[in-house]
């Protein structure tokens, strides 16, 4: 395909708009074609399988669209993703999770990483019984350094910018 990369991006784009194919394609200056081939393109790239769950799961969300928040989960080992909501409500989780695994396959799971976003700690017990929380280590050093950093500060306060001890 002579497609560029921007163009396919910019496709991809539009396509989680209210619009229809025959306007992005105008817009893009390519067929409805190309549009409908990119549709069914991120429909292959997102399927996802439900024929069970990792031990180990990571559990984030994120900014999908404008200021809209997501919920992501992955595979802790892997890196492969297990599903992504549109939503981060608990009980859009919730609800996701009992619909579409069985408890023998929620059992199965034994961690879950997270950040320290206490919302999402009592809808994982319920929904994995087996399951130990862990704290992502990314957030974990990231708080570390803001502690310390405000500790630095106010330190610093104390002393005359110009004298030695500063």
């Given at each position: 395909?002579?497609?560029?990369?921007n163009?396919q991006?910019?496709i991809?784009k539009?396509?989680?708009?209210?619009r229809t194919?025959?306007?992005i394609?105008?817009q893009?200056?390519v067929?409805?074609?190309?549009?409908?081939r990119?549709?069914m393109a991120?429909?292959?790239?997102t399927?996802?399988t439900y024929d069970?769950l990792p031990?180990?799961?990571?559990?984030?969300?994120?900014?999908?669209?404008?200021?809209?928040?997501?919920?992501?989960?992955?595979?802790?080992?892997t890196h492969?993703?297990?599903?992504?909501?549109?939503?981060?409500?608990n009980d859009?989780?919730?609800?996701?999770?009992?619909n579409?695994y069985s408890?023998?396959?929620?059992?199965q799971?034994?961690?879950v990483?997270?950040?320290?976003?206490a919302?999402?700690?009592?809808?994982?017990?319920?929904?994995?019984?087996?399951v130990q929380?862990?704290a992502?280590n990314?957030?974990l050093?990231?708080m570390v350094?803001?502690?310390?950093?405000?500790?630095?500060?106010?330190?610093?306060?104390?002393f005359?910018p110009a004298?030695?001890?500063?």
């Open positions: 395909h002579q497609i560029s990369e163009t991006h910019g991809d539009c396509l989680i708009e209210d194919m025959t306007d394609a105008a893009f200056n067929s409805t074609i190309t549009v409908s990119r549709l991120l429909g292959e790239q399927r996802i069970g031990e180990s799961l990571c559990i984030d969300e994120f900014r999908s669209t404008g200021h809209h928040m997501s919920f992501i989960v992955i595979d802790a080992v492969e993703q297990v599903a992504i909501l549109p939503s981060r409500r859009e989780i919730r609800n996701f999770f009992i579409h408890l023998k396959n929620r059992k799971v034994k961690r990483v997270m950040d320290f976003n919302q999402y700690q009592s809808v994982i017990r319920e929904l994995f019984p087996n929380i862990v992502d990314f957030h050093i990231q350094l803001q502690s310390l950093n405000q500790t630095r500060v106010q330190l610093m306060k104390r005359k004298s030695v001890e500063y």
